[in-house]
């Protein structure tokens, strides 16, 4: 008798497991049929070519008072993620980050220092403006320092929203160095202030949601890009059916929460961000810190070694492994950009509903023409 009820008991879990399964994919169906998926494809586009979506941005940065320099280098790290697929973080953010400067949250004319110095490491004031320049220059010097010593870190306080930390990452990679960078915010940890989505009722399964990147060079591969925000949900994931996920895999959310707390230690107290509130409370935009690290593969083994095992692992994995629903490889972390990389620079980018939207706004209200018209 026992055993029938143990075989009931296991029978009936697994239809709720698949019950709920269905619901979730029903929820990711409405979700995605609204167009808040961001970094899928999209259905609707229209193609821009790169140095125009180049062009356009970095004269709406201009019209809000940024350098020439400036604007541009903001702008060709947005672009380079519109060239990756990753739409979130791309130039669909001009409008909003161009109104943040106009309305004088952000510093559009930082005064942005050096304020300490190791053999390996820098720490870098950004003056309250977007966190992307300031970050950039503390990246060539994470670097200098690892082709100099072996390991090289690139601390920014002060600044606002500093991107994908790919952007980061990647530039060390594209020197012979691992790259990780992440990013952290005053505050984190308090209810509506921990940088994911919504959270009325204060869940710890849906804490913070810093950006974070790995990012590892291959040889003949793709690299291997692990760039991504730190909670294991994204911003719109959120309601009774991912919520009930909070009892159904506990040790994944209690990986996510570890993941967020330690990349806004890193990403923030480690900047030394909490030493002055001035800028702050200047520029109420500016609440976010930044680290890169920067590790010279050549200084411990042979970088065509390395590369060699990273190939090796790319073409494993692809062989033995089975792909991700949805997809016809199973591929590593990196892979998918790179293949949208070479697509975009070959066809133009396709520029969806959501960024056209953002583009016209920004367009208007600048006097930039539009890129594609």
């Given amino acids: ?138 990246t060539h010097h994470a670097i200098a320092k690892a082709k100099a010593v072996g390991m090289g870190m690139g601390l920014v306080r002060y600044i606002g929203h500093y991107g994908s930390a790919g952007h980061y990452a990647r530039l060390c990679m594209e020197q012979g160095c691992i790259g990780f960078s992440v990013q952290g915010y005053r505050d984190q940890g308090k209810q509506k202030t921990d940088g994911g989505g919504p959270n009325p009722d204060a869940h710890l399964g849906y804490f913070g949601n810093p950006p974070i990147c790995f990012a590892l060079p291959g040889g003949e591969e793709s690299p291997v890009v692990l760039d991504a925000a730190t909670c294991i949900l994204a911003d719109y994931q959120r309601g009774p059916e991912f919520e009930a996920l909070f009892s159904m895999i506990p040790a994944a959310f209690f990986k996510s929460v570890g993941y967020g707390a330690v990349a806004t230690l890193l990403g923030g107290g480690l900047t030394g961000f909490t030493l002055s509130d001035e800028s702050w409370n200047r520029w109420p935009a500016a609440r976010h810190g930044g680290m890169v690290l920067a590790i010279n593969i050549g200084s411990v083994v042979p970088e065509e070694i390395f590369r060699a095992e990273s190939d090796r692992l790319a073409r494993d994995v692809e062989t033995y492994y089975q792909p991700m629903p949805g997809y016809d490889r199973a591929r590593l972390p990196g892979a998918v950009e790179e293949d949208f990389l070479t697509k975009h620079r070959h066809e133009g980018i396709r520029y969806g509903e959501m960024e056209q939207e953002n583009a016209r706004a920004a367009s208007e209200r600048l006097g930039v023409p539009l890129p594609w018209v």
């Avoid at 400067?101 to 304020?115: C, D, R, S």
């Fill in 1 to 138: 008798m026992a055993l029938v009820e143990k075989l009931f008991n296991f029978c009936t879990r697994i239809l709720r497991i698949k019950a709920f399964i269905r619901k979730i994919r029903v929820q990711v169906l409405k979700i995605a049929q609204k167009g808040i998926v961001m970094n899928r494809p999209p259905e609707s586009f229209v193609q821009v070519q790169e140095e125009r979506l180049l062009a356009f941005a970095a004269a709406c940065f201009e019209k809000v008072g940024l350098s020439s320099e400036h604007a541009v280098a903001i702008s060709r790290l947005l672009v380079n993620s519109d060239l990756r697929g990753v739409r979130s973080h791309g130039t669909r953010t001009v409008n909003g980050y161009t109104r943040a400067f106009a309305e004088g949250k952000l510093n559009p004319q930082p005064n942005i220092q050096l304020v300490h110095e190791t053999p390996t490491a820098v720490v870098i004031e950004g003056d309250g403006t977007l966190g992307y320049w300031p970050m950039i220059q503390a």
